[in-house]
Antibody, heavy 125, light 107 residues
Framework: QLQLQESGPGLVKPSETLSLICTVS??????????WAWIRQPPGKGLEWIGS????????YYNPSLKSRVTISVDTSRDRFSLKVSSVTAEDTAVYYC????????????????WGPGTLVTVSS | DIQLTQSPSSLSASVGDRVTISCRAS??????LNWYQQKPGKAPKLLIY???NLQSGVPSRFSGSGSGTDFTLTINSLQPEDFATYYC?????????FGQGTRLEIK
């Protein structure tokens, strides 16, 4: 059974960089059928997709609303992937989820089938 | 960006009821629509992918339908564990977007 687990600081100061890691167990990040994704959810609000990347780094998509501040990378040697969000403000306070994004050739569809439990990151001085 | 509008935003129902939740896209997204269930303090859980495909392990009382701009999630014979918030999500066009959610409460 695949499991994902987010880790990183729960408190980040304004203007600094938020850094999170998602560790994958029970499987490998090295597959052509999946992308590795980050999604966030501000307290009491809805879900916002941040971006996704393939294990090779050759395929990636970022949400334009965050693109200038976001970097996603994949470490195949450790079966983990990471998120960096620079110049954070209070609006970046959210629960951050990592997830696996399935790429189905037959249906030409993408969906998130496995999620980490989420980690709350608060931006405050 | 493609906007997804769910209706209703909240609803109350009883155990055993049949409920439907609607998701309308701002433009045609073919069948590239997924549904998730989220309980408080938990990550979302995939229920339906590509509009009508039941994810493995999800009870058959959940079903999805629709194409183009109008989609529906139906839950037959509500169970106590079904009271949660439901989100639709489109994968037709980047950026991937979610609906605002529908909160299903016990009447």
């Amino acid at each position: 059974q695949l499991q994902l687990q987010e880790s990183g600081p729960g408190l980040v100061k304004p203007s600094e960089t938020l850094s999170l890691i998602c560790t994958v167990s029970g499987g490998s990040v090295s597959s052509n059928n999946y992308l590795w994704a980050w999604i966030r959810q501000p307290p009491g609000k809805g879900l916002e997709w941040i971006g996704s990347m393939s294990y090779s780094g050759s395929t990636y998509y970022y949400n334009p609303s965050l693109k200038s501040r976001v970097t996603i990378s994949v470490d195949t040697s450790r079966d983990r992937f990471s998120l960096k969000v620079s110049s954070v403000t209070a609006e970046d306070t959210a629960v951050y989820y990592c997830a696996r994004l399935v790429v189905t050739v037959s249906l030409s569809s993408y969906y998130f089938d496995y999620w980490g439990p989420g980690t709350l990151v608060t931006v405050s001085s | 960006d493609i906007q997804l509008t769910q209706s209703p935003s909240s609803l109350s129902a009883s155990v055993g009821d049949r409920v439907t939740i609607s998701c309308r896209a701002s433009q045609s997204i073919s069948s590239y629509l997924n549904w998730y269930q989220q309980k408080p303090g938990k990550a979302p859980k995939l229920l339906i992918y590509a509009a009508a495909n039941l994810q493995s392990g999800v009870p058959s009382r959940f079903s999805g339908s629709g194409s183009g701009t109008d989609f529906t999630l139906t839950i037959n014979s509500l169970q106590p564990e079904d009271f949660a918030t439901y989100y639709c999500q489109q994968s037709d066009t980047s950026p991937l977007t979610f609906g605002q959610g529908t909160r299903l409460e016990i009447k």
